[in-house]
């Protein structure tokens, strides 16, 4: 089995960082992509951000140049950083990985999910 743990989640006010971790362990054998989605209260869950292991990025419009995504590959860790903070960002925000295990089997796993709230 493979899980990831997600932290760095909390309170900040407009305009503030947070930096958002999330490792994977168990099983692995390699990860292809990862990347952070989010969902807000009575929205549906939404693409965020990915990063591909050769460390190509994409970003939703919505974050563009306030987010930074990265990953550290010996440590199966992706790093979401967030600046200039909006109200609007404020969601669950959840962590994704495609997982090739020791198994041999590709595996799309989740985290459980970190609250972020945007509040003054």
């Known amino acids: 089995q493979v899980q990831l743990v997600e932290s760095g989640g909390g309170l900040v006010q407009p305009g503030g960082s947070l930096r958002l971790s999330c490792a994977a362990s168990g099983s692995i054998f390699s990860i292809s992509r990862m990347g952070w989605y989010r969902q807000a209260p009575g929205r549906q869950r939404e693409l965020v951000t990915t990063?591909?292991?050769?460390?190509?990025?994409d970003y939703a419009d919505s974050v563009k140049g306030r987010f930074t995504i990265s990953r550290d590959n010996a440590k199966n860790t992706v790093y979401l950083q967030m600046n200039s903070l909006k109200p609007e960002d404020t969601a669950v925000y959840y962590c994704?990985?495609?997982?090739?295990?020791?198994?041999?089997?590709?595996?799309?796993?989740w985290g459980q999910g970190t609250q972020v709230t945007v509040s003054s």
């Open positions: 994704n990985a495609v997982i090739l295990t020791v198994a041999m089997t590709w595996e799309d796993s």
């Open positions: 990063i591909t292991s050769g460390g190509s990025t």
